[in-house]
């Protein structure tokens, strides 16, 4: 089965520094979805990769996947207290019929500081 | 525009009591839809995935059954609540394969 392992688990910086996430798979990857979760909500998804070398931005934001297709990276420019949440990446690593489930990471905690 | 409700929002049962968390999306047909579980350890465990009406697949033996009466409509339940059935409950649903998954707000069980 497909395991996903993301990096760090914990991450507390100052309001206004850059960050970066990472997820890597133990599989080639179908597809990659990272969601952000603020405690003991529901997940907002965020982005979809699916091409190799894929980049994606929403506002300050940025997701990629490398050509592998196996490891992704978050970053946030001059995060906010609003960041502050848990990111998660999901993936879905089969290609043909998967019935839409996903595998998803434990997640990182990110703490924002004014 | 598609939404997700689900409740309760939390939820105090003593142990051995039933349970009945209802999930309903708003706005598409014929969703692909799923119970998660997700324990303090942050991770989100697949507990079961539906199709369509009537179909429902287990992803892991538990104490838990799911039922999807109506096409919008997943049920999750369990005839007598063990305390292990602790953690926050999360349901979704998908277009399509390979589509984002799109979540309701959650439910927190408690077992006493």
């Known amino acids: 089965s497909q395991e996903l392992e993301q990096s760090p688990q914990s991450l507390i910086v100052q309001e206004g520094k850059n960050l970066t996430i990472n997820c890597t798979s133990s599989?080639?990857?179908?597809?990659l979805y990272w969601y952000k979760q603020k405690y003991g909500e529901g997940l907002i998804f965020l982005m979809m990769?699916?091409?190799?070398?894929e980049e994606k931005s929403h506002e300050k934001i940025t997701a990629k996947l490398d050509e592998k297709k196996q490891q992704s990276s978050l970053h946030i420019t001059a995060s906010q207290p609003s960041h502050a949440g848990i990111y998660l990446c999901g993936a879905d690593g089969a290609g043909g019929t998967s019935y839409g489930k996903l595998t998803f990471g434990q997640g990182t905690i990110l703490t924002v500081h004014p | 525009s598609q939404t997700i409700h689900q409740w309760p929002a939390t939820l105090v049962q003593p142990v051995g009591s039933p349970l009945s968390l209802e999930c309903t999306v708003e706005g598409t047909s014929n969703p692909n839809l799923y119970w998660y579980r997700q324990a303090a350890g942050r991770g989100l465990q697949l507990l079961f995935y539906?199709?369509?009406?009537?179909?429902i697949s287990s992803e892991v033996p538990q104490n838990l059954s799911a039922s999807r009466p109506q096409d919008r409509q997943f049920i999750l339940s369990s005839k007598k609540l063990l305390l292990s059935d602790s953690g926050f409950y999360l349901c979704?649903?998908?277009?399509?394969?390979?589509?984002?998954?799109?979540f309701g707000d959650g439910t927190r069980l408690s077992i006493l």
């Open positions: 599989k080639t990857l179908y597809g």
């Open positions: 979704a649903w998908s277009m399509r394969d390979h589509q984002p998954q799109h």
């Open positions: 990769l699916q091409k190799g070398g």
């Open positions: 539906s199709v369509g009406i009537g179909q």
